[in-house]
């Protein structure tokens, strides 16, 4: 036996605890940052907030972490000139806050009393206080389809059986307000054991029973909850109308009750000559059908709205220069409580002042963190608006493309970098609030050897179709065509996909009697 030394030689990156919460920070979107901020005020007492106009220069360690802390905000505001040959960014500072804590903090604390009985501050940008009384409201749990009609069937007077077969129906409509169950099907499980109390065993229920309390329930709010069929869903909205309001009223019942496939394909040459029905009147009742409502159910349990809170505000000011600045309402000034500071002490090993030690470095790491997050989002911010100012000018149809490598190398970073600041992250901008990823758009070649951006081949797909005669509405075919002549080269395929994400049907489905 042989033996051998070998020597290997290998690199491994490993990542500091500082880097990682530097990269954690960075990913975050602003309601994650306020809590990971509000976590850090929580569990780490030399953290305070700090008000605009206040910062404490005792104490050498919090002058030397809020020191640089205030160099590194010095880009948290840029200004863009929009002159034609180059874009000049300058430093600023950092708006200051409307934000005081009002009253004045009282030096002392009369006995056997609480902080809140002798002070009530205003919140800050990141605490919950002052929304508490909101909180009910923005927490409680949205009124579902069901319970709107169960509400609605313990109003009415019914019997227990009427009441019971109600509940059955009710649990088989799903949140369109379609019927999702039979009515025989329904009236069979009433024959089973199980369904009815005792007292109810030896009734039984038929068809016809659950057909008379399915009616009644289809005129429950909303009107048409219960429907079987689209045509029944209209059918039953239409005869709620009164024919000397509505003078179409009668073709358009007729229409939907024989005609509705036709109706739904858009073909007008054969509902002209099954209705006999002159064009005017057909295009009447085609205009009221379409008042009506397919899915009653779904407005009830509607989606709550989701606010979203911009990290990058962009304006322009008198002087046509543009300017980009952080939000100063996203997330508050922080800095280090200088009285704990001062309490540490070299050289001592005791526990409360490796606490302290221990508390202060997290801090600083933290200042530091939060202070390369900042100037990283401005700096891509400050890149990308000098990159789309003819969109801020224009509007889409004069985007530009852009991926994230264009980014990266002005910023002098790596894309994944690039793709966490952007992720999350919102703009806003005079044309309205964009995620920072809408303005990166892949590119389409131009006949002139150009390139053209896919959001802005988009816009003019947007804009053809809400230019074109709804009687001969374009086709992906005759878009694609009218973007060559512009010098826009795109395969039809290419037209659809593009259409089918701006949510528009196609050319058959956008078919009108009469132009709009």
Same mark, same amino acid.
């Given at each position: 036996m042989k033996l051998s030394l070998q020597v290997k030689l290998g690199q491994q990156l490993s990542m500091t605890p500082q880097l990682?919460?530097?990269?954690?920070?960075?990913?975050?979107?602003?309601?994650?940052?306020?809590?990971?901020? #509000?976590?850090?005020? $929580?569990?780490?007492?030399?953290?305070?907030? +700090?008000?605009? @106009?206040?910062? =404490?220069? %005792? !104490?050498?360690?919090?002058?030397?972490?809020?020191?640089?802390?205030?160099?590194?905000?010095?880009?948290?505001?840029?200004?863009?000139?929009t002159s034609p040959t180059q874009l000049d960014s300058e430093s600023g500072t950092e708006g200051d806050q409307d934000n005081e804590w009002g009253e004045n903090i009282p030096t002392e604390l009369s006995t056997d009393s609480q902080w809140e009985d002798s002070y009530q501050g205003s919140s800050s940008s990141n605490s919950y206080e002052g929304d508490l009384g909101d909180f009910e409201s923005r927490n409680t749990?949205?009124?579902?389809?069901?319970?709107?009609?169960?509400?609605?069937?313990?109003? #009415?007077?019914?019997? $227990?059986?009427?009441?019971?077969?109600?509940? +059955?129906?009710? @649990?088989?409509? =799903?949140? %369109? !307000?379609?019927?999702t169950t039979s009515v025989e099907e329904l009236a069979a499980d009433f024959s089973h054991e199980g369904v009815l109390d005792a007292e109810f065993e030896a009734e039984t229920v038929d068809a016809d029973e659950v057909l008379a309390m399915l009616h009644r329930i289809q005129h429950f709010d909303p009107i048409g909850v219960g429907y079987r069929s689209l045509s029944e869903c209209l059918l039953i909205q239409l005869n709620l109308l009164k024919e000397e309001d509505y003078p179409a009223l009668t073709a358009a019942k007729r229409i939907v009750a024989e005609y509705i496939e036709l109706l739904g394909t858009r073909d007008y040459s054969q509902l002209l000559r099954k209705t006999r029905l002159k064009e005017a009147e057909l295009a009447a009742a085609i205009k009221l059908i379409e008042t009506l409502n397919p899915q009653p159910g779904a407005d009830i349990a509607a989606d709550a709205a989701h606010y979203v809170i911009p990290d990058v505000l962009v304006s322009k000011d008198s002087?046509?220069?543009?300017?980009?600045?952080?939000?100063?309402?996203?997330?508050?000034?922080?800095?280090?409580?200088?009285?704990?500071?001062?309490?540490?002490?070299?050289?001592?090993?005791?526990?409360?002042?490796?606490?302290?030690?221990?508390?202060?470095?997290?801090?600083?790491?933290?200042?530091?963190?939060?202070?390369?997050?900042?100037?990283?989002?401005?700096?891509?911010?400050?890149?990308?608006?000098?990159?789309?100012?003819?969109?801020?000018?224009?509007?889409?149809?004069?985007?530009?493309?852009?991926?994230?490598?264009?980014?990266?190398?002005?910023?002098?970073?790596?894309?994944?970098?690039?793709?966490?600041?952007?992720?999350?992250?919102?703009?806003h901008t005079p044309r309205g609030i964009f995620e920072l990823k809408y303005f990166f758009s892949s590119h389409v070649s131009t006949s002139g050897g150009g390139e053209c951006s896919s959001t802005a081949i988009r816009a003019i797909i947007r804009k053809l179709v809400a230019a074109e005669n709804s009687r001969k509405p374009l086709s992906d075919s005759k878009i694609a065509l009218l973007l060559q002549d512009q010098g826009i080269n795109v395969a039809r395929r290419t037209i659809a996909k593009y259409r089918e994400s701006l949510h528009i049907p196609p050319s058959n489905e956008r078919k009108r009697l009469s132009s709009d």
């Open positions: 990682q919460q530097a990269i954690k920070l960075l990913q975050l979107s602003t309601l994650d940052l306020q809590q990971e901020i #509000s976590q850090a005020l $929580e569990s780490n007492p030399m953290l305070e907030m +700090a008000e605009a @106009d206040e910062f =404490d220069e %005792s !104490g050498a360690d919090a002058e030397a972490t809020l020191s640089s802390a205030q160099d590194n905000q010095a880009a948290e505001t840029g200004e863009i000139q749990a949205s009124e579902t389809l069901q319970d709107h009609l169960l509400w609605q069937l313990n109003l #009415s007077h019914l019997s $227990e059986t009427d009441r019971r077969i109600g509940e +059955a129906i009710i @649990d088989s409509i =799903d949140v %369109s !307000g379609r019927l002087s046509g220069a543009w300017r980009v600045e952080l939000n100063p309402e996203v997330a508050p000034r922080l800095r280090i409580n200088a009285d704990y500071a001062a309490l540490v002490k070299r050289g001592d090993s005791s526990s409360d002042n490796t606490y302290l030690k221990d508390n202060l470095q997290e801090a600083r790491w933290f200042l530091k963190s939060l202070a390369s997050r900042n100037e990283t989002l401005m700096k891509v911010a400050t890149r990308i608006v000098e990159h789309q100012i003819e969109f801020l000018e224009h509007g889409e149809e004069a985007m530009k493309p852009l991926v994230l490598h264009d980014i990266a190398e002005l910023v002098e970073m790596h894309e994944s970098t690039i793709s966490r600041v952007t992720t999350q992250k919102f703009m």
